[in-house]
């Protein structure tokens, strides 16, 4: 038999390595940091480099990586354990240095990157020594689409000239450099073939920091960049030009996959507390664990995440084995954001009035689980992508199976 759920001996050691170090090193950490402010900046950024000195120290630094970058070598399965396990504290995936954007950011660098722009920007950023981020979404176009995209970049002499305008840009006040996506092709032969990546060195003058947008879940890290008149050598081209589609496609995947590593660890952490908080709030004459109504959330939130868990496992798996994994990207990125909400919401519910404060994470994931359903494609277009690959397996083959993961059953 082929299928085997159980984990290698090695990789389950790494696995229990990932949820030891975040137990004896990230979550006192965060205990020390606390509330937003309590400790102070200098003192902030120390513990968080001390984290991340710890995380390489142990050999848990990069799991997305190759060796030689210095990563941990996981496959995406693999890597899936090991994002899951960091992703029950905050500042897991920071500290091992496989948060978004940046990770992202690795992949594409390590896949699109000429050996120049590697050693000048994929290395600094393995080392941990800079952040970056990932410029695409505009304000007066929809994100999308990013057919529509109206950033410009024109060629003079050994530079391209860029104008525009982002938003949305994470990390963007951090970043040591931006990958940027504008439209270089006037008359491209399709749509897609419009635009092209830029690795921009920040800050750079044309590079306009606007504000950072205060969101729902507070003002952290989303910034509104005009950019006028920026020159970007010729030679931090990203790939080719009117491959600036291609190259956003490449990175979604991985990065995509990788979101829902993290969200499905926030619904188990959701479902773990609701189940804890029902086997100790009496009322009416029983736990809330005895009640039916109660139950259901619990029993819908139990199966819920475990489809989660293995459509996240065998997304990866095709993206391991080199197989189209287009839909079961699609598929598992529409199910897991919208699983977290529901699961959180149902947390929510059973705490009371404990759940909508802020004395525990649940109210901050809720906020955080809203963004899920929009960012990196909404819920519509992925409906849309699965719908009409669905709709071509069944007119190519007579079948529907291709579209629904392409399982043996
Ligand atoms: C927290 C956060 C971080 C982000 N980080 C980044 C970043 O680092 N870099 C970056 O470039 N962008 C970033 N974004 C932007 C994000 O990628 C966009 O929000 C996303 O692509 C959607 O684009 P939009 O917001 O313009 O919505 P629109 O494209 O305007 O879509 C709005 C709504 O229209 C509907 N819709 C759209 N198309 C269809 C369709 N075909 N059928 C039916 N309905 C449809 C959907 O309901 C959708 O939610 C971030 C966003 C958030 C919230």
Redesign the pocket.
Known sequence: MAIDFTLDPAIEAIRVRVRDFIRDVVRPGEAKIGDKGSLERSAYVKLLLQMRAEAKAAGLWLPHMPKEWGGMGLGHVELAIVQAEAAKAYYGPWVLNCQA?DEGNMHTLLHWGTDAQKERYLRPLCEGHVMS?????EPEV????PTLIRTRAVRDGDDWVVNGH?W????ARRAGFAILIARTEEDPERPQAANTGFIVDLPSPGWHHVREIE?MHGSTG?SEIRLEDLRIPAANMLGGRGQGHRLGQYRLGPARLAHCMRWISQAETALEMMVDRSTKRFAHGSLLSAKQGIQWMIADSAMELYQCKLMVLHAAYKIDRGLDFASEVSMTKHFVANTLGRIVDRAIQVHGALGYSTDTPLAHMFQHAR?AR????????HR?RIAERTIAAWQRHGSTRRATGDLPV
């Open positions: 954007p981020c990932f410029a695409m979404t929809a994100g999308s689409d982002k949305f840009i994470s990390n969101t989303h963004w929009f960012a990196d494609g909404p819920d519509e277009v849309m």
